[in-house]
């Protein structure tokens, strides 16, 4: 199936196209898939098997390429994956210049090279197709899990593989399947929360959206679990550090996500930076292929995270160059080098000539890399029709999947009777995330505001109510501006609408030349508080006695102790995306009911770290009394609040006793008890009474959504599989336990008894 239709190609004539009778078996698509990928296999040189495994990129990284550069690392050198867009560095960021780039690249690829083989384009779209100026962003990782919503995350994946696919990238580097372990690791923002089964849920829910019925579809592209095994945990929270973590932990925290993605049949993986245990994860065959490709059973390709095979010896130093990271890479099992370019592919020619690589390695590889190009339609058409792209990137209906997202992702913290506000309210609206398109896209998105169109928070806001609006900034993220014009806007008016929070970052909080931010300034990995610019501009507004709504768009929970204890209502917007204006404005005025709840602690300090709600148990030696809790958030997971009042009735079992690998269902009466719509999330947590090894205090593992009109009951049904009980084993296979568990809905505790043996 074609990608675009009625396009005809202005370098078809240049491809020297052959009738069928004369054409090689791989140029045939009614020849086998086997048979095609085993056919070119055998036709290609060392060279160009080398370039196939080797990607390359346009913009700036470590050095600047044009896309003349590129063209002619495709031309001498086979080069066989490109990412012309994604990054603050990129060549071009408009859909336009885009996909003309990708065009001409293969055109080159195809016209240009003795085989004629496509390139390979991957983007980061993580959460959406941000890095198009054009192109739709959803909420970032935290957004979607604060959904709580696997349909939703799964029509979501579905818009972005589709703008992905138009534009002319066929693999998408997401899902994010690490679990947050540390807020203060700068990446948090793009995972779905601190749950492994919510994490999982929703990853698996991506795997679908993105890859559809199968990459041979149009608009399907290839799905990368990442950033396998274990990312998010690393020492100090810093980015990249080491991870310390035991086999237990390894299993039953980091890997249950990717298992589930894993069962969707993701057709890729990405390891992750770090050392795991002293053992960097790009150089281990323990993970990526004992572990991967063995235990797990992973098929699919396993691309580089952009400088992993680098770092192996200018970072770890586990090797002493280059080609020794190269040597140890495919040692260890990696199939494609993302951004390494021709010195990679150069490096292993030389290993396969000196006898120190069998091209048998190679081969192995590049037939799964030239499965993918097949089965993704490259060879029958490559090329990017560009009206068809500028119709759908960006799209209304893209548009509006964007706005629902936001609508359920926003979490109300806090509200004393102030919201929601009156239709007519005055209105003042400050802070620097409240008419900011970059910072409320978040990280992975473009750092440039030009050609966007974002619907920001003062948009919104000006869009919905009746009222007067006077919009003053206030502060930059660390910086006052005119302070006291803010105090004498809000004098005025009926309320102070204050966005505050986070900017556009990546991976680490700064410094950064793509975020402008400096050594100790905000965000930085010492401190989740907001900077002292941000809180004298919310103390001073709300010394006015004007009613104050803190609005926090961030990436990551925040210390907002102060505004917990002063601020009258506090919205959790995240990084809410292209329409995140709109649905926090909506939420504020009460037309959109704030269904989110929160996927990640919040703590009340960094001394509080790490506040996870599945903590482990331990002794209290000196008395409970004395000890201070060990879950003690500012707010909790799970938490947030509605509009509307929900009543549930008694909760129980359609079977008190299960065996290992059966089910039983949950049920929950619950009833909108208010005058007013909403929606609530019936969420299941279970924790083992008597395990053999110490288990965490409770773990989720079950919820469902539900929107319920005023006066409205129903009963939720959610099924838990006692499978999903067991821990995970050393051959990646659950293992349940017997014995008796507890089952908590809301405030109530119901028993439930697994046995693994029958009389």
Not at 111 to 129: M, Y
Not at 337 to 346: G, N
């Amino acid at each position: 199936m074609s990608v675009i239709k009625n396009y005809k190609s202005p370098w078809l004539s240049l491809m020297g196209m052959q009738s069928s009778s004369e054409q090689p078996p791989y140029r045939d698509d009614t020849v086998t898939l086997t048979k095609r990928v085993e056919d070119l296999l055998d036709r290609m040189t060392l060279e160009e098997k080398a370039g196939q495994l080797v990607g390359t990129w346009a913009g700036q990284l470590s050095e600047f390429k044009s896309v003349d550069d590129v063209a002619d690392e495709v031309r001498d050198h086979h080069v066989g994956a490109v990412a012309s867009f994604g990054w603050g560095g990129a060549a071009d960021m408009r859909l336009d210049d885009i996909v003309e780039n990708v065009n001409r690249l293969q055109e080159v690829a195809l016209s240009e090279t003795r085989l004629g083989i496509p390139l390979l384009f991957n983007v980061d779209a993580v959460h959406g197709h941000a890095y198009v100026a054009e192109g739709t962003a959803f909420p970032n990782g935290l957004g979607v899990g604060a959904t709580w919503d696997v349909e939703a995350a799964e029509r979501a994946a579905d818009v972005t593989a589709t703008e992905v696919r138009r534009s002319g990238a066929h693999q998408n580097y997401s899902p994010t399947c690490d679990v947050a372990r540390d807020p203060r690791w700068g990446r948090a923002f793009e995972t779905f929360g601190e749950s492994p089964y919510l994490c999982g849920k929703l990853a698996a829910a991506k795997v679908r959206g993105y890859q559809g019925d199968g990459i041979e579809d149009a608009d399907s592209v290839v799905a990368t679990a990442k950033h396998f095994p274990a990312y998010s945990e690393p020492a100090r929270g810093e980015d990249a550090a080491p991870v310390e973590v035991s086999e237990y932990v390894l299993r039953n925290v980091f890997l249950p996500s990717f298992l589930e993605a894993l069962d969707e049949g993701v057709e890729s993986v990405m390891p992750c930076y770090n050392a795991i245990d002293g053992e960097p994860a790009h150089g281990s065959r323990r993970y990526l292929t004992e572990l991967l490709r063995g235990t797990l059973g992973f098929d699919g390709t396993v691309v580089s995270d952009w400088n992993g095979v680098r770092m192996l010896h200018d970072d770890h130093e586990v090797t002493g160059d280059h080609r020794g990271s190269v040597r140890r890479t495919r040692d260890a099992g990696l199939d494609i080098a993302s951004v390494d370019a021709v010195d990679h592919a150069e490096h292993l020619v030389s290993l396969v000539e000196e006898g120190e690589l069998a091209e048998s390695t190679l081969d192995e590889s590049v037939g799964r890399v030239l499965e993918q190009k097949f089965r993704l339609g490259l060879f029958e058409d490559a090329f990017v029709d560009p009206g068809e792209a500028r119709d759908v990137v960006g799209s209304d209906p893209h548009r509006e999947r964007s706005l629902d997202a936001a609508r359920e992702s926003m979490t109300l913290l806090k509200n004393d009777d102030l919201l929601p506000l009156d239709a007519d309210a005055d209105v003042l609206v400050a802070g620097p995330n409240a008419d900011d398109p970059v910072h409320q896209l978040g990280g992975w998105s473009v750092p440039d505001p030009d050609g966007t169109d974002v619907v920001t928070v003062r948009d919104g806001v000006e869009a919905v109510t009746d009222g007067d609006v006077v919009y003053e900034q206030g502060a930059t993220m660390n910086d006052g501006l005119d302070v006291d014009a803010v105090v004498e806007a809000a004098a005025d008016v009926d309320v102070a609408v204050v966005a505050v929070g986070e900017p556009w970052y990546l991976h680490e909080f700064g410094p950064s030349v793509d975020t402008g931010t400096e050594p100790d300034e905000f965000p930085n990995r010492h401190s989740l508080a907001l900077p002292d610019a941000q809180r004298d501009l919310v103390e001073a507004v709300h010394e006015t006695g004007t009613p104050v709504v803190g609005v926090l768009v961030t990436g990551r929970p925040l210390v907002v102790d102060w505004m917990a204890d002063n601020v009258p209502a506090i919205l959790m917007a995240y990084y809410p995306g292209t329409m995140g204006g709109r649905a926090v404005a909506e939420t504020l005025f009460g037309e959109n009911d704030p269904g989110g709840r929160l996927p990640i602690t919040i703590p009340k300090s960094e001394g509080h770290l790490p506040a996870r709600f599945n903590h482990f148990p331990h002794p209290t030696p000196i008395g409970q009394d004395e000890h201070p809790s060990s879950y003690d958030p500012l707010f909790a997971f799970g938490h947030g609040l509605s509009y509307a009042d929900f009543e549930y009735g008694a909760v129980t079992l359609d079977d008190e006793t299960v065996g290992p690998h059966e089910t039983t269902t949950v049920r929950v009466p619950v009833e909108n008890v208010s005058d007013r719509d909403g929606t609530d999330v019936v969420q299941v947590y279970v924790t083992d009474r008597a395990s053999p090894r110490v288990t965490p205090v409770r773990e989720l593992r079950g919820f469902e959504r539900v929107s319920l009109d005023a006066g409205e009951s129903t009963t939720v049904g959610v099924e838990l599989d006692a499978a999903s009980f067991g821990r995970v084993d050393a051959d990646g296979v659950r293992q349940t336990e017997s014995g008796d568990y507890s089952v908590r809905v809301g405030e109530q505790t119901v028993g439930l008894r697994v046995e693994t043996t029958y009389d």
